[in-house]
Structure formats: structure tokens, C-alpha cells
T-cell receptor
Framework: AQKITQTQPGMFVQEKEAVTLDCTYD???????LFWYKQPSSGEMIFLIY??????QNATEGRYSLNFQKARKSANLVISASQLGDSAMYFC???????????FGTGTSLTVIP | KAGVTQTPRYLIKTRGQQVTLSCSPI?????VSWYQQTPGQGLQFLFE???????NKGNFPGRFSGRQFSNSRSEMNVSTLELGDSALYLC??????????????FGPGTRLTVL
């Protein structure tokens, strides 16, 4: 069975500071992908970053980086230099190569404080 | 390249009615997935279509159905609407070249309210 766990329902961060959103996963498939999405209050899910299970280096996309610790089965999202526009729900997701569905976590609500 | 489009954006229906939602994927994407999002249940997978065939299905009653056309556009239908069907319905498309690298791109969603 595949599972994604996000244990932080809500997080606060000061503007311009960095913040880490936690995500742990469980799968028996050796080949899988990990994804982070941002959902502003408008509702649309915006793709942020991808990490493959065989990738040797942590993924980075602008101010977003993924802290991938395979042995611990964690894929934490790091947002550097937080901006007010970063306030949103953030979802961690996984899809294994066995081709089953995407599995999403319950999300973390991030609020950036001016 | 145009993104995923969903119509309508907002919909109000009454209990017992049926509804059809539409999704047009990104050009070249052959996989379309549907999700239901509610405050209580979070994001739940409904089904995935690839090349007009249902590839995966979530744990929803038979009132929820879908289909995909030859141009990859997809529709989902909910019959005999219940109050609990009020939700944001999200559609996502992907190329599905290989599942583990398959990034899904989402549309803006259809917000359904059942009265």
C-alpha cells in the first residue's frame, strides 16, 4: 500500500524567512516520484517540484527545494525567502511506477506573516 | 501552451439532479484524472482515463462516472446528487509516459454546490 503523511496542519513563517514543510511516504515500489503542489485560496493546484526515487541530488526550482531522504522516506519541501504570496495550502504527492493513482497527503496550510 | 481547462467553473444543483463536468487537458496529454476535494475528506481520487479507457478508479459509488473522448477531453457525471457531493472537482492531465515521472497539471476546478 502507498501512503503520504503530512503531519503539520498549519505553519506560520515570517516574511523573508525559510520554512520546511514535512512529508513522509510509504511504498514498496523501488521506482516512484514525489511531487509538491501549492493550492492558493482560488483553488487551483499548482505544480511546484518533482523528485524521482533514483535521483541522486535533491531537486530545486527557484526558491523551492526538496530535501529528499530516501532511507527515512521523507521528502520535505523547503521554501526560502518566504513571500506573502506563498500563503496557501501545500500538498505532497507520490506516484509509484506500478502505475497506480497519485496519492496526496492531507496538506499543510502555510501563512506568511509580514 | 494552454493549460487544463474546466467548465463550468461554478455550478448550483438541487438534490436528485445530475450534473456533467468537462475537462480539456493540455495539448498532447492523454491522461486525465479527476479528484473531489472537500474540507472534511480532503483530496480524493475519483478516476483516471488514458486513451479513452478507465485506467484507475477510486472508492466512489457508481453514481460517479466518467469518460474520455478521442481528443482526450474528459467528462465526469454525477447522477442523483446528494448534499455531500458539494465539493471542488479538480481535473488533472499528464502525458503518462512513465507513471513515476508523470507530473499532473491541474485545472482551476469546478465548484459544485448541491442544495
Amino acid at each position: 500500500a502507498q501512503k503520504i503523511t503530512q503531519t503539520q496542519p498549519g505553519m506560520f513563517v515570517q516574511e523573508k524567512e525559510a520554512v520546511t514543510l514535512d512529508c513522509t511516504y510509504d511504498t514498496s515500489d523501488p521506482s516512484y516520484g514525489l511531487f509538491w503542489y501549492k493550492q492558493p485560496s482560488s483553488g487551483e493546484m499548482i505544480f511546484l517540484i518533482y523528485q524521482g526515487s533514483y535521483d541522486q541530488q535533491n531537486a530545486t526550482e527557484g526558491r523551492y527545494s526538496l530535501n529528499f531522504q530516501k532511507a527515512r522516506k521523507s521528502a520535505n519541501l523547503v521554501i526560502s525567502a518566504s513571500q506573502l504570496g506563498d500563503s496557501a495550502m501545500y500538498f505532497c504527492a507520490m506516484r509509484a511506477n506500478t502505475g497506480n493513482q497519485f496519492y496526496f497527503g492531507t496538506g499543510t496550510s502555510l501563512t506568511v506573516i509580514p | 501552451k494552454a493549460g487544463v481547462t474546466q467548465t463550468p467553473r461554478y455550478l448550483i444543483k438541487t438534490r436528485g439532479q445530475q450534473v456533467t463536468l468537462s475537462c480539456s487537458p493540455i495539448s498532447g496529454h492523454r491522461s486525465v484524472s479527476w479528484y473531489q476535494q472537500t474540507p472534511g475528506q480532503g483530496l480524493q481520487f475519483l478516476f483516471e482515463y488514458f486513451s479513452e479507457t478507465q485506467r484507475n478508479k477510486g472508492n466512489f459509488p457508481g453514481r460517479f462516472s466518467g469518460r474520455q473522448f478521442s481528443n482526450s477531453r474528459s467528462e465526469m457525471n454525477v447522477s442523483t446528487l446528494e448534499l455531500g457531493d458539494s465539493a471542488l472537482y479538480l481535473c488533472a492531465s499528464s502525458a503518462l509516459a512513465e507513471p513515476s515521472t508523470d507530473t499532473q497539471y491541474f485545472g482551476p476546478g469546478t465548484r459544485l454546490t448541491v442544495l
